[in-house]
T-cell receptor, first 118, second 118 residues
Framework: DAGVIQSPRHEVTEMGQEVTLRCKPI?????LFWYRQTMMRGLELLIYFNNNVPIDDSGMPEDRFSAKMPNASFSTLKIQPSEPRDSAVYFC????????????????FGEGSWLTVV | AQKVTQAQTEISVVEKEDVTLDCVYE???????LFWYKQPPSGELVFLIRRNSFDEQNEISGRYSWNFQKSTSSFNFTITASQVVDSAVYFC???????????????FGGGTRLMVKP
């Protein structure tokens, strides 16, 4: 079975440019998460969706960041305009709802999108 | 609020040595889930194990074993007879069970970088 698929794997862009990161969750998963990993802050949750609806975006750093999930198999994270401090690895992850008590809803991660803003 | 602490930022061992990675967590919930993820040099996050708070049985999987101690809020990870391929950053994570549609967001520790030398 295919895992979480992210694109691009690597992106280098100039400050001020728009960046769009893409994610295809595991088929059948109800939850989709966007995480960011930096040396300074480690892994932090930016936003997550349940059944395509954004549930909590309190981790989104500022208005330059936006995320959408137009359907169950696709999500985007957009940064406009990008800044050097946005350089990080952005992970998309997904999980299924199931029964929390039984399954614990393991979250599976994509390979990450490595973003460098110069 | 929940918190995960991995006090060891970096560990270096020689191949075939046993090594234990420590994880201490804080949560006010009585039902929660603990995870370990591995991040090899290639960068992806690989799920290793999930443990439910009401199941304190230790688990062994090949050379990997996990010791869950609720009394000390610890979920330590031991690699027996370490190999060079075990070199990676290992993350411990905590998720509180939610009965609304909020999903089980992960709070990560800072990670422990394990270097296994031949």
């Amino acid at each position: 079975d295919a895992g979480v698929i992210q694109s691009p794997r690597h992106e280098v862009t100039e400050m001020g440019q728009e960046v769009t990161l893409r994610c295809k969750p595991i088929s059948g998963h109800d939850y989709l998460f966007w995480y960011r990993q930096t040396m300074m802050r480690g892994l932090e949750l930016l936003i997550y969706f349940n059944n395509n609806v954004p549930i909590d975006d309190s981790g989104m750093p500022e208005d330059r960041f936006s995320a959408k999930m137009p359907n169950a198999s696709f999500s985007t994270l957009k940064i406009q305009p990008s800044e050097p401090r946005d350089s990080a690895v952005y992970f998309c992850a997904s999980s299924s709802e199931g029964s929390l008590l039984i399954s614990g809803n393991t979250i599976y991660f994509g390979e990450g999108s490595w973003l460098t803003v110069v | 609020a929940q918190k995960v602490t991995q006090a060891q930022t970096e560990i270096s061992v020689v191949e075939k040595e046993d090594v234990t990675l420590d994880c201490v967590y804080e949560t006010r919930d009585t039902t929660y889930y603990l995870f370990w993820y591995k991040q090899p040099p290639s960068g992806e996050l690989v799920f290793l194990i999930r443990r439910n708070s009401f199941d304190e049985q230790n688990e062994i999987s090949g050379r990997y074993s996990w010791n869950f101690q609720k009394s000390t809020s610890s979920f330590n990870f031991t690699i027996t007879a370490s190999q060079v391929v075990d070199s990676a950053v290992y993350f411990c994570a905590l998720s509180e069970a939610r009965w609304d549609n909020a999903g089980n967001m992960l709070t990560f520790g800072g990670g422990t970088r394990l270097m296994v030398k031949p």
